[in-house]
Protein backbone atom coordinates (compact mmCIF):
# COMPACT_ATOMS: atom_id res chain seq x y z
CA UNK A 1 0.00 0.00 0.00
CA UNK A 2 2.87 2.11 0.79
CA UNK A 3 4.31 1.85 -2.29
CA UNK A 4 1.09 3.13 -4.52
CA UNK A 5 1.18 5.72 -2.68
CA UNK A 6 4.83 6.59 -3.47
CA UNK A 7 3.82 6.00 -7.09
CA UNK A 8 1.02 8.07 -7.11
CA UNK A 9 1.51 11.14 -4.94
CA UNK A 10 4.06 12.35 -7.80
CA UNK A 11 1.79 12.19 -10.50
CA UNK A 12 -1.46 13.97 -8.67
CA UNK A 13 0.97 16.72 -7.34
CA UNK A 14 2.17 17.31 -11.04
CA UNK A 15 -1.30 17.87 -12.42
CA UNK A 16 -1.99 20.41 -9.72
CA UNK A 17 1.19 21.78 -10.65
CA UNK A 18 0.86 26.20 -10.86
CA UNK A 19 1.60 27.94 -14.08
CA UNK A 20 4.60 30.10 -13.61
CA UNK A 21 5.88 33.07 -15.90
CA UNK A 22 3.52 34.86 -18.24
CA UNK A 23 0.44 33.42 -19.45
CA UNK A 24 1.03 35.42 -22.92
CA UNK A 25 4.05 36.13 -24.93
CA UNK A 26 3.66 37.92 -28.71
CA UNK A 27 5.35 35.44 -31.26
CA UNK A 28 5.58 37.66 -34.18
CA UNK A 29 5.29 41.06 -35.15
CA UNK A 30 4.55 42.16 -38.55
CA UNK A 31 3.72 45.16 -40.62
CA UNK A 32 0.42 45.87 -38.98
CA UNK A 33 0.04 42.63 -36.98
CA UNK A 34 1.21 41.14 -33.75
CA UNK A 35 0.65 37.29 -32.92
CA UNK A 36 0.24 36.38 -29.12
CA UNK A 37 1.27 33.27 -27.67
CA UNK A 38 -0.67 30.98 -24.95
CA UNK A 39 1.87 29.93 -23.22
CA UNK A 40 -0.98 27.80 -21.55
CA UNK A 41 -2.79 26.18 -24.10
CA UNK A 42 -0.50 27.23 -26.93
CA UNK A 43 -2.90 28.80 -29.14
CA UNK A 44 -1.67 31.59 -31.26
CA UNK A 45 -4.21 34.21 -31.67
CA UNK A 46 -3.44 36.89 -34.20
CA UNK A 47 -4.32 40.92 -33.90
CA UNK A 48 -4.36 44.23 -35.75
CA UNK A 49 -2.38 47.24 -34.93
CA UNK A 50 -4.77 50.35 -36.11
CA UNK A 51 -2.95 53.64 -36.29
CA UNK A 52 -3.93 55.12 -32.83
CA UNK A 53 -2.75 52.13 -30.99
CA UNK A 54 -5.33 50.29 -30.42
CA UNK A 55 -5.42 46.60 -31.18
CA UNK A 56 -8.34 44.98 -32.76
CA UNK A 57 -9.08 40.92 -33.38
CA UNK A 58 -9.57 39.51 -36.60
CA UNK A 59 -11.02 36.74 -34.84
CA UNK A 60 -14.16 38.84 -33.45
CA UNK A 61 -15.00 39.96 -36.53
CA UNK A 62 -18.17 38.02 -37.74
CA UNK A 63 -18.86 36.50 -41.35
CA UNK A 64 -22.21 36.77 -42.93
CA UNK A 65 -23.93 35.83 -46.31
CA UNK A 66 -27.33 37.45 -45.91
CA UNK A 67 -27.14 41.05 -47.03
CA UNK A 68 -29.81 42.38 -44.68
CA UNK A 69 -27.75 41.06 -41.48
CA UNK A 70 -26.38 44.66 -42.84
CA UNK A 71 -28.63 46.70 -43.95
CA UNK A 72 -29.15 49.37 -40.72
CA UNK A 73 -25.11 49.16 -40.72
CA UNK A 74 -22.47 51.60 -41.59
CA UNK A 75 -20.39 50.54 -44.90
CA UNK A 76 -16.38 50.82 -44.20
CA UNK A 77 -15.44 50.15 -47.63
CA UNK A 78 -14.87 46.85 -50.27
CA UNK A 79 -12.09 44.17 -50.01
CA UNK A 80 -10.96 41.00 -51.11
CA UNK A 81 -12.59 37.88 -48.97
CA UNK A 82 -8.58 36.95 -48.20
CA UNK A 83 -8.06 39.67 -45.84
CA UNK A 84 -11.21 41.00 -44.95
CA UNK A 85 -11.49 40.20 -41.65
CA UNK A 86 -7.77 42.37 -41.00
CA UNK A 87 -9.37 45.38 -43.57
CA UNK A 88 -12.93 45.27 -40.95
CA UNK A 89 -10.53 45.42 -37.88
CA UNK A 90 -8.18 48.26 -38.78
CA UNK A 91 -11.18 50.02 -40.09
CA UNK A 92 -12.81 49.74 -36.60
CA UNK A 93 -16.04 47.40 -38.48
CA UNK A 94 -16.81 43.90 -36.60
CA UNK A 95 -19.00 42.54 -39.44
CA UNK A 96 -18.06 41.19 -43.15
CA UNK A 97 -20.43 40.28 -45.65
CA UNK A 98 -19.34 37.96 -48.16
CA UNK A 99 -21.43 38.45 -51.55
CA UNK A 100 -21.30 38.56 -55.18
CA UNK A 101 -20.33 41.52 -57.00
CA UNK A 102 -22.04 42.74 -60.21
CA UNK A 103 -19.70 41.09 -62.05
CA UNK A 104 -20.30 37.33 -60.67
CA UNK A 105 -17.03 37.59 -58.38
CA UNK A 106 -17.00 36.34 -54.40
CA UNK A 107 -16.34 39.68 -52.64
CA UNK A 108 -16.35 41.06 -49.09
CA UNK A 109 -17.60 44.74 -47.83
CA UNK A 110 -16.78 45.34 -44.06
CA UNK A 111 -19.49 46.89 -42.11
CA UNK A 112 -19.32 48.41 -37.99
CA UNK A 113 -23.14 46.65 -36.91
CA UNK A 114 -22.48 47.86 -33.14
CA UNK A 115 -24.01 50.72 -31.98
Same mark, same amino acid.
Given at each position: ?????????????? =?? *?????? +??? /??? /??? &? #? %?? +??? #?? #?? *???? $???? !?????????? !? &? !??????? %??? =? %??????????? +? *? $???????? #? %? $? $?????????????? +? =???
Amino acid at each position: MLLVVAIIAPLVAG =CN *EMFSGP +RYQ /IAR /IDD &S #T %VV +RLD #TR #TG *EMKR $FVVV !IGGDVASPSK !I &S !IVHDAQA %VAD =C %VHLGHTSREVS +R *E $FAAVKGGD #T %V $F $FGKSKGGTDEAWAY +R =CSK
